[in-house]
């Protein structure tokens, strides 16, 4: 099995920055792509950012330059960097990764959750 758990979520006040990591442990051959979703009260879940093993990385237009995606592949953690939030970045944040385990196949693995509120 393989377990992915995030930390850094809380409050903070609008401008302010935050800092979010995802830890991957468990049965793992190798972690392909990783990234952060986030889920706001009433709508979907939507991509924030994506990061490939080799590095390249992929934003939501609403967070381009404001957000930065980074990891460690040898720690196999993903890392979010925040800053000048607004409120409507106000969201559960998931992370995602897609794994290598044995017997060889991938699985789409889910964190389950931190919370980020921005207040105003």
């Known amino acids: 099995q393989v377990q992915l758990v995030e930390s850094g979520g809380g409050l903070v006040h609008t401008g302010g920055s935050l800092g979010l990591s995802c830890a991957a442990s468990g049965s793992i051959i190798s972690i392909t792509d990783m990234g952060w979703y986030r889920q706001a009260p009433g709508k979907e879940r939507e991509l924030v950012a994506g990061?490939?093993?080799?590095?390249?990385?992929n934003y939501a237009a609403s967070v381009k330059g404001r957000f930065t995606i980074s990891r460690d592949n040898a720690k196999n953690t993903v890392y979010l960097q925040m800053s000048s939030l607004k409120p409507e970045d106000t969201a559960v944040y998931y992370c995602?990764?897609?794994?290598?385990?044995?017997?060889?196949?991938?699985?789409?693995?889910w964190g389950p959750g931190t919370l980020v509120t921005v207040s105003s």
């Open positions: 995602n990764a897609r794994v290598r385990v044995n017997p060889p196949r991938y699985l789409e693995v």
């Open positions: 990061i490939t093993s080799g590095g390249n990385t």
